[in-house]
């Protein structure tokens, strides 16, 4: 099945740092979209909205430091029983972040969207943790006509 | 086999500015990298350069308004032979590209990070094609240390 991965390196931060920022709503909500909710910890739900849409998220695994993983447990039926995973090493003076979005059904013209998507938020992660600001929804780089 | 893919929507272009950025060495020096060169006909080889590395990329096929589909003849050893395409299409005021690298022999680290810059590339031509100014390499926004 196909999957979407990126990369992005954040440099003089720390995995530290970056695990907080992926796995805490004050994190969260600084770099993907400012309307996140839920819970947290491993078990629990995130819910993401980007006004009428989102996505909720169960958190599967945790690792400080290192690795999360969610399961999408609502959202567009494409994404529905997909896999978000975040690993994260140092590399000198740069966090790495090797990002993948797995188990997509299709190669569809949506999931073609939503790598670039992802590419956006993960940018904006990066300007975060880097610049202490980062372009969370409402205030991303809009992609086309379905935003 | 793994593959790479992407989509932007341009804002009130057409799919011939699209196309024309896209198969010219002014249109691509203007959103991939400065320091590009070569035939850009059909069965020509297009060179770019990011300083010590870069990429000759065969075109090997051209659909005005339409497609453009290019064949890697000398880069990194994960490139080569892999097929770079761009498939345009108008919706609305949208120009819209559909982009994919295929053929990745193996979903490597190397390949995570060229999805992640492909992406900032994307959006440099979307930029280039809105408001008149990309962001090529030397300019981009650099992911790691690599860079």
Same mark, same amino acid.
């Given at each position: 099945?196909? #999957?979407?991965?990126?990369?992005?390196?954040?440099?003089?931060? $720390?995995? +530290?740092?970056?695990? !907080?920022?992926?796995? %805490? /709503?004050?994190?969260?909500?600084?770099?993907?979209?400012?309307?996140?909710?839920?819970?947290?910890?491993?078990?629990?739900?995130?819910?993401?909205?980007?006004?009428?849409?989102?996505?909720?998220?169960?958190?599967?695994?945790?690792?400080?430091?290192?690795?999360?993983?969610?399961?999408?447990? #609502?959202?567009?039926?494409?994404?529905?029983?997909?896999?978000? $995973?975040? +690993?994260?090493?140092? !590399?000198?003076?740069? %966090? /790495?972040?090797?990002?993948?979005?797995?188990?997509?059904?299709?190669?569809?013209?949506?999931?073609?969207?939503?790598?670039?998507?992802?590419?956006?938020?993960?940018?904006?992660?990066?300007?975060?943790?880097?610049?202490?600001?980062?372009?969370?929804?409402?205030?991303?780089?809009?992609?086309?006509?379905?935003?």
């Amino acid at each position: 099945m196909p #999957d979407i991965l990126h990369k992005v390196g954040i440099k003089s931060s $720390s995995p +530290d740092a970056v695990y !907080n920022a992926l796995t %805490t /709503i004050d994190g969260l909500s600084g770099w993907w979209t400012r309307d996140t909710s839920g819970n947290a910890k491993a078990g629990g739900v995130l819910r993401f909205r980007f006004g009428d849409g989102g996505f909720d998220m169960k958190v599967v695994e945790l690792v400080p430091a290192t690795r999360v993983l969610w399961q999408v447990a #609502d959202g567009p039926e494409e994404w529905l029983a997909t896999r978000i $995973s975040f +690993d994260i090493k140092q !590399n000198g003076d740069w %966090t /790495i972040v090797l990002f993948k979005h797995q188990d997509w059904k299709a190669p569809v013209e949506f999931m073609h969207h939503c790598s670039t998507k992802w590419a956006v938020f993960l940018i904006s992660l990066k300007s975060l943790l880097e610049t202490g600001r980062g372009a969370p929804w409402p205030d991303e780089i809009k992609l086309d006509a379905w935003e």
